[in-house]
T-cell receptor, first 111, second 114 residues
Framework: TQLLEQSPQFLSIQEGENLTVYCNSS?????LQWYRQEPGEGPVLLVT?????EVKKLKRLTFQFGDARKDSSLHITAAQPGDTGLYLC???????????FGTGTRLKVLA | EAGVAQSPRYKIIEKRQSVAFWCNPI?????LYWYQQILGQGPKLLIQ????????DSQLPKDRFSAERLKGVDSTLKIQPAKLEDSAVYLC????????????FGPGTRLTVT
């Protein structure tokens, strides 16, 4: 059974602080996505990474796919209250369009 | 471009009753997914369609859950009879075939079983 473990599970920080969220698995994924979900809404895609070692930046967010394509990280610089939400990673395996979701990291940024 | 549409947004039923959810994916998206999301957890795939065929339904509790996508466009997910543990948000998502591996979610239906 493929599992994606996210850490930490909960994170409460002050505005302006930096943070990193991790997504780990023992399985190899052909692609990995990061989503943010706000209460009462569906997850919204932030980024897709497909190449081992790939780094993508989206304003204050930096995403990295591990060299072996088993893990990923999301780093937020100078967090803002608008970053508050549930962050989810999801992976797909080669040849399928089936998504395995991580356990989620709930982030709260205090003003 | 219109997003994924779902209805109803909220539903409250008693255990042993039946309920149905509807999803209309983004136009042209061949793949449609139904997920169950328990509060505070990541979504769990229930069933995946490609056009009107089932690709994966290994985690669908088939004794009570059913889903169809007859014309390869919109889809219905049904629960009959509902149990207390079915209380969750039911999310529909769609994606286009190709290299992007990206899926787009609807707002979900929050089901409460009492």
């Amino acid at each position: 059974t493929q599992l994606l473990e996210q850490s930490p599970q909960f994170l409460s920080i002050q505005e302006g602080e930096n943070l990193t969220v991790y997504c780990n698995s023992s399985s190899v994924f052909s692609s990995l996505q990061w989503y943010r979900q706000e209460p009462g809404e569906g997850p919204v895609l932030l980024v897709t990474v497909v190449t081992g070692g790939e780094v993508k930046k989206l304003k204050r967010l930096t995403f990295q796919f591990g060299d072996a394509r088993k893990d990923s990280s999301l780093h937020i610089t100078a967090a803002q209250p608008g970053d508050t939400g549930l962050y989810l990673c999801a992976g797909t395996t080669s040849g399928t369009y089936k998504y395995i979701f991580g356990t989620g990291t709930r982030l709260k940024v205090l003003a | 471009e219109a997003g994924v549409a779902q209805s109803p947004r909220y539903k409250i039923i008693e255990k042993r009753q039946s309920v149905a959810f509807w999803c209309n994916p983004i136009s042209g998206h061949a793949t449609l997914y139904w997920y169950q999301q328990i509060l505070g957890q990541g979504p769990k795939l229930l069933i995946q369609f490609q056009n009107n065929g089932v690709v994966d339904d290994s985690q669908l509790p088939k004794d009570r859950f059913s889903a169809e996508r007859l014309k390869g466009v919109d889809s219905t997910l049904k629960i009959q009879p509902a149990k207390l543990e079915d209380s969750a948000v039911y999310l529909c998502a769609s994606s286009a075939l190709g290299q992007t591996y990206e899926q787009y979610f609807g707002p979900g239906t929050r089901l409460t079983v009492t």
